[in-house]
Structures are given as structure tokens and as C-alpha cells.
């Protein structure tokens, strides 16, 4: 076995680790791949005889070719961050995608795009891949103190600040999971289990098709919308808007819908589903629960 082949074939072990590193500063399953091609591509032009941890040289060097794409994204003035234009949930990208978003967690993707990107790069790698500060700084050109302070704000911004207390933050979330459930599987019975009997549905004109009406009352009369456009659902997560449980829908980190939800009784009392991109960009969203690092990401640091 000549070096190259080798040599890619030690990279091939890692390519998974890498791709996870990528996707999540990137959310974007195409533009991780590419960087993990990049990666490679540097890996292969490059003398690594001396290097003695191959998976920390290369997590260092596809974390540098994320930061740099995050830092081209966030310069374009046509692509403001953390808000999207909202466009149909047809358009979202292939299964595999749709599977791998679902995986990292949809209102993980939408908050981390609305990071900067050194507190994106600092945040995930430290706390989803357990990277000491000292790794990380040399990458965002600030001192480890530094680091770890660009980290904990990520870390606020993500976790959010619940405006209710953890009891019924834990009700209202059971309360939201349970609807989206019944939404994604058309299942009509269990969304009226969950909707109060005078529920209110109000939404904005661009999340409705053309002749929708904006505003629907009623158990039967939401639930039966509620499945109609239950494609969408598809792509929902629970997360913290403005500190209560609310939900995202969001077809790769494209933020397409928010709904915030009222309650009562022990059921939902009415919601709205928010769609003007004005709206969307003034609300604090957040992850509602702790975010799990990457199974196995901190057996990678001696490999």
C-alpha cells in the first residue's frame, strides 16, 4: 500500500467525525461535504509525517474552512443571518438531510445559525465534540479566556431564558411535543386531545395557501386545518420563543414558520403561526432542554 492510498484511507476513518463537525457549524449537508472534500484535499497535499494526532489536525483544519465559509455567509448583505425567507416546505433538501437535521435537533440548527461565527465554531466544538479551549483558540485568533467567553454566550443564546417556571415549562412542552406528533401523523383524535374545545388559530397570510382563512375557531374546525397542512409538520421541533414553548418549522436551518402557543387547563388554547420575516427576526429563540454532545466526539481526542 502506497502512502496516498494510506493515507486516505486513515482520513475514510474519520470522514464521519469530520462530516458531523461540519454540519453542525454549517447546517447545511451539502456545504459540510464540500468542506470535508476540502479537507481532504489539504490533507493530501500536505506533509503529515510529523503530525501526531491525525484527528485533532484534521478536525482543526475542516473547523478552519467552516469558519471561513460562515464568515463569507455572514458578509453577503443579501443573505441576513439567522433569518431566512420563508419559502414552501416542498423545497427542502433529500431525505437524507431531512434525517440527518432531525438527528442534530431543527431548533439546535435555526439558533446556531443566528450565532456569529466564532461563537458558532467555539460552541460547537467545545460543547458538542468536547474540544479543549486551548484547541480552539489559535482557530477563532483569541486567547482561551476569550474563547470560552465567546463559548458561554453561544451557550446562553442556545439554552435560552425560560419566562415560565420548570414545571410548567416541562406541561407546556409535553403539551406541544403531543401536537406536533398528532400533526405529523394526520392523527385527528389526537390532536383534539390536546386542543381546547374554543381553540383560536391565527396565522399570517404567507404560512396560509391562497383563500385560507387567517383566523379558525374551534376544536374540529383547527384540528381538520391543522392536518391539512400537516406536511409542514414534517419539519417541526418544539424550542423557546421568547422564553415559552413554542416550535419551529424549519427545513434545514431555513427558518420557514414559528408557532407560539397559549394555555389553559391543561390544553392548548390557541396558537399562531408566525411567517412575515419581520416578525421572525425579532423573536429570542431558543433550545428547549440541554444539548447532548456528539456521542462519542470526546473518545476522538487521542485517535
Request: net charge negative.
Amino acid at each position: 500500500m502506497d502512502e496516498l492510498t494510506e493515507l486516505a484511507a486513515r482520513f475514510e476513518e474519520r470522514r464521519g467525525l469530520l462530516r458531523a463537525v461540519a454540519y453542525r457549524m454549517l447546517g447545511s449537508l451539502g456545504e459540510a461535504e464540500d468542506a470535508v472534500q476540502e479537507t481532504w484535499l489539504k490533507l493530501s497535499g500536505a506533509d503529515v509525517g510529523a503530525v501526531e494526532n491525525l484527528t485533532a489536525w484534521l478536525r482543526t483544519v475542516v473547523s478552519r474552512v467552516c469558519l471561513d465559509l460562515l464568515r463569507a455567509r455572514r458578509a453577503r448583505p443579501e443573505d441576513p443571518v439567522g433569518v431566512r425567507a420563508p419559502d414552501s416546505a416542498e423545497a427542502a433538501g433529500p431525505d437524507e438531510e431531512a434525517l440527518l437535521a432531525d438527528s442534530v435537533g431543527r431548533a439546535l440548527l435555526v439558533v446556531l445559525d443566528a450565532l456569529g461565527p466564532e461563537e458558532r465554531v467555539a460552541f460547537v466544538l467545545h460543547d458538542l465534540f468536547a474540544v479543549p479551549f486551548a484547541q480552539i483558540a489559535p482557530l477563532v485568533e483569541r486567547s482561551p479566556v476569550a474563547t470560552k467567553k465567546l463559548a458561554s454566550r453561544a451557550r446562553q443564546r442556545v439554552r435560552g431564558t425560560p419566562a415560565v417556571p420548570a414545571a410548567h415549562l416541562g406541561e407546556q412542552r409535553a403539551l406541544v411535543e403531543a401536537f406536533l406528533s398528532a400533526a405529523r401523523g394526520g392523527d385527528l383524535g389526537g390532536l383534539l386531545a390536546v386542543l381546547a374545545p374554543d381553540v383560536v388559530r391565527r396565522a399570517d397570510e404567507a404560512a396560509l395557501p391562497p383563500g385560507a382563512a387567517a383566523l379558525v375557531r374551534g376544536a374540529d374546525a383547527v384540528a381538520r386545518g391543522t392536518v391539512l397542512l400537516g406536511r409542514r409538520a414534517r419539519y417541526a421541533q418544539a424550542a423557546l420563543v421568547d422564553g415559552a414553548v413554542g416550535a419551529v418549522v424549519a427545513p434545514g436551518t431555513t427558518l420557514l414558520l414559528v408557532l407560539t402557543f397559549d394555555f389553559a387547563d391543561g390544553r392548548i388554547a390557541a396558537y399562531d403561526v408566525l411567517a412575515d420575516p419581520a416578525r421572525l427576526a425579532g423573536l429570542e429563540l431558543a433550545v428547549p432542554g440541554p444539548v447532548a454532545p456528539v456521542a462519542g466526539a470526546g473518545s476522538q481526542q487521542g485517535a
